[in-house]
C-alpha cells in the first residue's frame, strides 16, 4: 500500500488544537487531569484564587517554562528550539483557554457523560502527543523533555514518556497535598492515575498507526532553525 503524504508542518498544528481540546474535555469530565498537565492545572487553581486572570491557559505556559529551563540544566546546554517550546506552549496555553469556553456549556451532570468526556480527552491526548512526535517544529515542554532525555540516554521515547508521566503524578499530588491539605486530591485523582499508566501505550499504538497510513515529510525548508 502507497503512503500518503503528511506534513510535519500539519501534524504541529493539529497537534496543538487537538491536545488543547483534550485538556478541556478531560478537566469537563473531573475524573483528575491528566498527569502532564496536572501539576499547571493545580497550581491554576491555586494561583486564580488571588489572581483571577491566571487562567489554566496562563498557567500551563508559565510551568512549561519553568520546565523548558530545567531541559536546559539537565542537557547543559540551551538550544534555540527550547525557546521555540516555550512559543508552542504560550500557543497552546491560548487555544486551551480558548477550547475551555467552547465546551464550557456542554452537559457535564450526569456520571456517564462525565465518563464518555474523560475517555474522549485521554484518547485525544495521546493522539495529539503522537503528532508532536512526527514534527520537527519544537513541542510542548512536556514533549521537549521526553524526547531530550530519550535522546541524550539512548532509552526508548515511550518508555521515557511513561516514566515521566508517573513522575508528574507524584507532582501533581505533592502540590495538591500542599496548596489544599493533605489528603486533599485536586487535578489529581483515579483518572490521572489511569492516564499515567496507558498514555505511553496509546501514544505508541497511534504512532504505529499513523506510519503505517502516512509518510511525514517537510512542507517548508526551515527545519534548521528548530534545531
Keep these: 500500500m502507497k503512503k500518503k503524504v503528511f506534513y510535519t508542518e500539519l501534524s504541529y498544528v493539529l497537534g496543538l488544537i487537538i491536545m488543547a481540546f483534550a485538556a478541556a474535555f478531560t478537566e469537563k469530565a473531573d475524573f483528575g487531569m491528566s498527569m502532564v498537565v496536572a501539576p499547571a492545572y493545580i497550581l491554576h487553581l491555586k494561583v486564580s484564587e488571588l489572581l483571577p486572570w491566571f487562567t489554566f491557559g496562563v498557567a500551563e505556559y508559565v510551568f512549561q517554562g519553568v520546565l523548558v529551563v530545567i531541559t536546559a540544566i539537565v542537557m547543559r546546554k540551551f538550544k534555540l528550539s527550547y525557546l521555540f517550546s516555550f512559543v508552542t506552549a504560550v500557543i497552546y496555553g491560548t487555544l486551551l483557554d480558548f477550547a475551555m469556553t467552547v465546551i464550557s456549556s456542554l452537559p457535564d451532570e450526569s456520571f456517564g457523560v462525565r465518563v464518555m ?73 483515579l483518572g490521572t492515575v489511569i492516564c499515567a499508566f496507558i498514555n505511553g501505550f496509546l501514544i505508541g499504538r497511534f504512532s504505529k498507526i499513523l506510519e503505517h497510513f502516512f509518510d511525514f515529510k517537510n512542507k517548508f525548508k526551515i527545519e534548521k532553525y528548530f534545531k
Design 117 to 189: 468526556w474523560y475517555l474522549l480527552g485521554t484518547v485525544l491526548c495521546s493522539f495529539a502527543v503522537s503528532l508532536f512526535f512526527h514534527t520537527y517544529i519544537s513541542p510542548e515542554a512536556y514533549e521537549l523533555i521526553v524526547k531530550e532525555l530519550s535522546g541524550k540516554f539512548n532509552c526508548n521515547i515511550n518508555k521515557v514518556k511513561t516514566a515521566y508521566d508517573c513522575s508528574s503524578v507524584v507532582i501533581g499530588i505533592i502540590m495538591s497535598f500542599s496548596f489544599f491539605g493533605f489528603g486533599v486530591f485536586e487535578g489529581v485523582k
